[in-house]
Structures are given as C-alpha cells and as structure tokens.
C-alpha cells in the first residue's frame, strides 16, 4: 500500500543517504524529492555534469571516477557548501553519495552548525557485493532527464528508450565490472568509517536495499516522517 501523500511540503531536517555503489540511493532520493518537494543533491551527478560540460572540475573528476576512486575532499565540500547555500535549500534537502569520508562527514557537520541546521536523518541502505554487480551492471540512465532503469528488474518498455522523455538510455562508464570492484573497495575502505564517525553521535538507520524499490521508498517515508516529527539540533 502507498503512503498517504503529505500536502505539506519541505523537510525540516536535512535527509543522507547512504550505501553501497548500487544500494538504491539515487532511484530513492528521487522518489523523496519529488513526495518532499525539496532539491535531490547528487554528487555522483554533479561531477558527471561536470564532465558534460567539459569543465577543468570535469576533466579531472572523470579520471578518479574512472578509476573508481574518489574525488579529493576539499573539491566535494566546496561544492557542497555552495549549493546548500542556494535558496531553493531553505526548505530543506535529500543528499545522496555525501558525506563518503569521515574528512567530508566533518565538515557537514561544521557547516550544519554554522547555518544552524537541525540535526539530519542518517540514512544506511544496505546491499550485498552480488547483488550490488548486478544491478551496476544492468543499469542504464536516460541522457536527458537522468531517469534510472535496470534491463534485468525495471527495463523500458522500448529498449534503450526513456519512457518518461524518449530520451537515449546509457551506461555508466563506471559501471564496468573492473570500475565496480574498485568503488566497492573505496567504500569499505573510506564510507564504512563514516558509519562509526555517525553512531558515535546520532542514530543511524539501517535499511534492506534487496526490497522493492517500492517497499525501500515507504518504510523511508515512514522513518523520515517519524524522525521528522522528533527534531534535535547539532
Ligand atoms: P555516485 O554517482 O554517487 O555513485 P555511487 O555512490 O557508486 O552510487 P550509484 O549512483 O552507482 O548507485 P545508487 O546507490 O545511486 O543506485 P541507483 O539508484 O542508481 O558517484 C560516482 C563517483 O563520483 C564516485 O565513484 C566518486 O569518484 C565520485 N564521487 C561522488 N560523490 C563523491 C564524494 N562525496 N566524495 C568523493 N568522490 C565522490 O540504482 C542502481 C541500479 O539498481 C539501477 O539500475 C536501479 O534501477 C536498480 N535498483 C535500485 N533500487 C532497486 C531495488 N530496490 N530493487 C531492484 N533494483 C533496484
């Protein structure tokens, strides 16, 4: 059954999602932008606008993405510090692939502090390696909405063809099976921490990314709400 919709709009507490590569964080974040009403930050996609664009940030961020590895943390937080600050953040925000290091998850919280935030919901959604090659490896993106599709568990229903916007559907250049491993053994060895860093300061909740992506969207809702309704301040 679908969660009821809200008729208020806007988070009061900032919302991270966190996870795996393929866990289900940017198909989710979608999905609370549009109920919430409030801006979906990608990193992952501001970097790869970047790279559209062919800016000197692109060029450079291209080759550590290629790589699987991840872009030095002064450039993430500089460019996260700018577009929180942009108006359109005022009724609050879904963050997804930011915080990745403990470096990054410190500064969030220096910059939540400065602009007097409340504290956010800390979001963990959770998927086996197997699981996570799959889904990389079958997933396609549309070229001009960003649409996320899977040809194994939610193909379009014309091949290769957006069913939102007609749009041509890609893949990620990360998403080779090589690049894969590489960004699994990044994010054990720099995000894990960051679980710890957040546990040791506020409650972290832990979520199956192996559910529906429907199922994975209410019990997000539910907890969003939930916490929404409780508040606290760094
Ligand atoms: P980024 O784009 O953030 O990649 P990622 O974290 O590896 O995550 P993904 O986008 O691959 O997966 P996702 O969890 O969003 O899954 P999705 O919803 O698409 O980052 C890319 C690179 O940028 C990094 O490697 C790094 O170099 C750089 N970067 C970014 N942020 C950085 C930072 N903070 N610091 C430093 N460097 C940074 O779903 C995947 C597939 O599964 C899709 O096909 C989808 O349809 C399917 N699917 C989703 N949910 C379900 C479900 N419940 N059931 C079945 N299928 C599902």
Same mark, same amino acid.
């Given at each position: 059954?679908?969660?009821?919709?809200?008729?208020?709009?806007?988070?009061?507490?900032?919302?991270?999602?966190?996870?795996?590569?393929?866990?289900?964080?940017?198909?989710?974040?979608?999905?609370?932008?549009?109920?919430?009403?409030?801006?979906?930050?990608?990193?992952?996609?501001?970097?790869?606008?970047?790279?559209?664009?062919?800016?000197?940030?692109?060029?450079?961020?291209?080759?550590?993405?290629?790589?699987?590895?991840?872009?030095?943390?002064?450039?993430?937080?500089?460019?996260?510090?700018?577009?929180?600050?942009?108006?359109?953040?005022?009724?609050?925000?879904?963050?997804?692939?930011?915080?990745?290091?403990?470096?990054?998850?410190?500064?969030?919280?220096?910059?939540?502090?400065?602009?007097? +935030?409340?504290?956010? @919901?800390?979001?963990?959604?959770?998927?086996? %390696?197997? #699981? &996570?090659? /799959?889904? $990389?490896?079958?997933?396609?993106?549309?070229?001009?909405?960003?649409?996320?599709?899977?040809?194994?568990?939610?193909?379009?229903?014309?091949?290769?063809?957006?069913?939102?916007?007609?749009?041509?559907?890609?893949?990620?250049?990360?998403?080779?099976?090589?690049?894969?491993?590489?960004?699994?053994?990044?994010?054990?060895?720099?995000?894990?921490?960051?679980?710890?860093?957040?546990?040791? +300061?506020?409650?972290? @909740?832990?979520?199956?990314?192996?559910?529906? %992506?429907? #199922? &994975?969207? /209410?019990? $997000?809702?539910?907890?969003?709400?939930?916490?929404?309704?409780?508040?606290?301040?760094?």
């Amino acid at each position: 059954m679908a969660a009821p919709d809200r008729t208020v709009k806007g988070l009061r507490r900032p919302v991270i999602l966190m996870g795996p590569p393929g866990a289900g964080k940017g198909t989710q974040a979608k999905q609370l932008a549009e109920r919430y009403g409030v801006p979906h930050i990608s990193t992952g996609d501001m970097f790869r606008e970047h790279v559209r664009r062919g800016t000197e940030l692109g060029l450079k961020a291209k080759a550590v993405m290629d790589r699987g590895e991840l872009v030095p943390d002064e450039i993430v937080v500089a460019m996260i510090e700018e577009r929180i600050g942009r108006p359109d953040c005022a009724v609050g925000f879904v963050l997804d692939g930011f915080p990745r290091t403990v470096p990054q998850a410190i500064s969030l919280d220096e910059l939540f502090g400065r602009a007097g +935030r409340p504290e956010p @919901v800390v979001v963990r959604i959770e998927l086996d %390696p197997a #699981a &996570v090659l /799959r889904r $990389l490896t079958g997933r396609r993106v549309c070229k001009v909405g960003g649409e996320i599709y899977n040809i194994y568990d939610h193909p379009p229903k014309t091949p290769d063809c957006c069913d939102k916007d007609g749009g041509e559907l890609v893949q990620r250049d990360d998403d080779r099976v090589d690049v894969i491993q590489d960004r699994l053994a990044a994010y054990r060895e720099h995000t894990e921490p960051v679980f710890e860093y957040y546990r040791r +300061r506020r409650a972290v @909740v832990e979520l199956d990314g192996s559910a529906s %992506p429907q #199922a &994975v969207t /209410r019990t $997000l809702v539910e907890t969003i709400d939930r916490e929404e309704a409780r508040g606290s301040h760094l």
